[in-house]
């Protein structure tokens, strides 16, 4: 009898074990994911498709010019992309949009920049909407551009959309995402801030300067610049393909904006340079345009309450921590 028990546990603990490893296997399998990316050339999607390859996911991009072997052509400005070679995805990550910072914004340019997010977001997502096998997941980029100039009112994702260039421009970006809604898949709204990397976006444009000693406070200083790293970034974007239960809009903002005047002193303490220069608002005006007041002048200091209230840790909450480890510089120690 003590024998047939023995050998019964041990049945039982072979079917355990042999249930157990196919649970781990199914959960490696949900894992890892088919994603279709747009937008792979810019700042984020350059740094995203080899960090989620990392994660063990299989990347296909979508592309507007020379494909490679595992890519699929689109052109959004003739509406041209093949249902049929996006069935079948797990998730869908769409980033393009042109570069808002490189060109003056005349009345063409602005076109431009408005037309290539509104235009390719309707296209993609009339397209996932209508597709056999649609994918589980959009995560469609937005940016804090939404929320307007605001002052020194503290935004979430609730909050209503600005009233200038960039407020309209995101809220039309935005509502493009609905067929995909409608179809069932769950969309989730990245609207991202000042993304910081020294190897593109804005703080590769200000570090020359401020290696020179010659970095500037723009106006009074005192305008919020709602920020995220690079490495947090990319963290969201592979956390918001997983976690199920979040959907809309979702602010890719360190919880600890800075104003200006921070910013400024904190890149320049971090490189040993003085810090003694103020361009007034009419100067960045005639030098930019309306560009540089919208991007340079404007104040939004938005918080991530979506994360934070689903738990998601930062690596970099703070500015100076930011900095320091993309710039590879020591720790500050108070004396």
Not at 75 to 101: C, M, R, T, W, Y
Request: proline share 6%.
């Amino acid at each position: 009898m003590y024998l047939i028990d023995i050998k019964q546990r041990l049945s039982f603990e072979l079917k355990l074990e042999n249930k157990n490893h196919l649970h781990r296997r199914t959960v490696q399998n949900i894992a890892k994911m088919k994603i279709l990316i747009t937008g792979s050339s810019g700042t984020i999607g350059t740094k995203l498709i080899p960090y989620l390859r990392q994660q063990d996911h299989d990347i296909t991009r979508l592309v507007r010019s020379d494909p490679k072997s595992n890519d699929i052509f689109w052109n959004p400005n003739k509406n041209q992309l093949n249902s049929k070679q996006i069935e079948g995805f797990d998730g869908v990550i769409h980033l393009a949009g042109e570069n808002i910072a490189t060109k003056r914004w005349t009345n063409k340019q602005k076109e431009i920049i408005r037309d290539s997010r509104v235009n390719s977001t309707k296209l993609l997502c009339e397209t996932l909407a209508s597709l056999e096998n649609p994918p589980k997941v959009l995560i469609s980029a937005s940016a804090i551009g939404y929320y307007g100039d605001r002052g020194d009112d503290q935004l979430d994702e609730t909050s209503p959309p600005g009233d200038n260039y960039l407020a309209e421009t995101c809220w039309l970006w935005e509502q493009e995402t609905k067929p995909a809604e409608k179809k069932g898949i769950r969309v989730v709204i990245l609207r991202t801030g000042i993304v910081l990397t020294p190897t593109g976006g804005a703080l590769k444009k200000m570090l020359p300067a401020f290696k020179l000693g010659a970095g500037a406070i723009f106006g009074n200083g005192s305008q919020f610049m709602s920020w995220i790293s690079i490495d947090d970034q990319l963290e969201i974007i592979n956390y918001l393909l997983k976690e199920e239960t979040i959907s809309g809009p979702v602010n890719a903002v360190a919880p600890n904006p800075a104003t200006n005047k921070e910013f400024a002193e904190t890149i320049s303490k971090i490189l040993s340079k003085p810090l003694f220069l103020k361009i007034p608002p009419l100067v960045v005006k005639l030098i930019f345009g309306e560009m540089g007041t919208a991007l340079l002048l404007s104040s939004q200091q938005v918080k991530p309450t979506v994360l934070l209230n689903n738990g998601y840790k930062f690596k970099h909450p703070t500015l100076e921590t930011a900095l320091r480890s993309l710039l590879a510089a020591p720790p500050h120690f108070k004396k």
